[in-house]
């Protein structure tokens, strides 16, 4: 079964609206999560690294006030994306290693984004 | 800044036929990981190379690693339509800090 779990899978939201995605693990904790988005037949690409109990570092090119990292608890990350636009269109997809896993690192279901 | 290339990126096959699919990557690392993607789809984890000559084997699948020559290959032995599914190659942007850097992908289609 899963063992990094997001929610929703797919959300539509209107163009200005901010909304929200979870990414929990699974019976382990997450120090350190990290978010990835995907646009359609494209590769994933390192949003930022989500770190539990302080700020979330942000990869080069990737807005900080518009991807809003929240990892409050060592189980769960939310990325909000703030005031959305139609290119924020996008597959949103989290991960994290389980510390005993032999070094895999698992991802989460995905969360399809679509701004209308 | 590190680079992962992967070749080819289509590939169609025919059932009960072998291929290879290559990554290259730029600069030095140590862990190097392939994922599977059906269309829609989240990762699915495939296999971690650790050190340099690990091999693993997976039913039809077998990845090995070479650090020296910075290249990492994916083996399908005699496909079948299930291996249909786009697969990336993954390489650690700095050694154990688990950021990812991905190949393109490399788009399987097996025709019966």
Known sequence: GAVVSQH????????????????????????????????PKQSLMLMATSNEGSKATYEQGVEKDKFLINHASLTLSTLT?????????????????????????????????TVV | ELKVEQNPLFLSMQEGKNYTIYCNYSTTSDRLYWYRQDPGKSLESLFVLLSNGAVKQEGRLMASLDTKARLST?????????????????VDKQGGSEKLVFGKGTKLTVNP
């Open chain 1, 81 to 113: 994306v703030t005031s959305a636009h139609p290119e924020d269109s996008s597959f949103y997809i989290c991960s994290a290693r389980v510390q005993d896993s032999g070094n895999t690192i698992y991802f989460g279901e995905g969360s399809w984004l």
């Open chain 1, 8 to 39: 929703p899978s797919r959300v539509i939201c209107k163009s200005g609206t901010s909304v929200k995605i979870e990414c929990r693990s699974l019976d382990f904790q997450a120090t350190t999560m990290f978010w990835y988005r995907q646009f």
């Open chain 2, 74 to 90: 994916l083996h399908i032995t005699a496909a079948v339509h299930d291996l249909s599914a786009t697969y990336f190659c993954a």
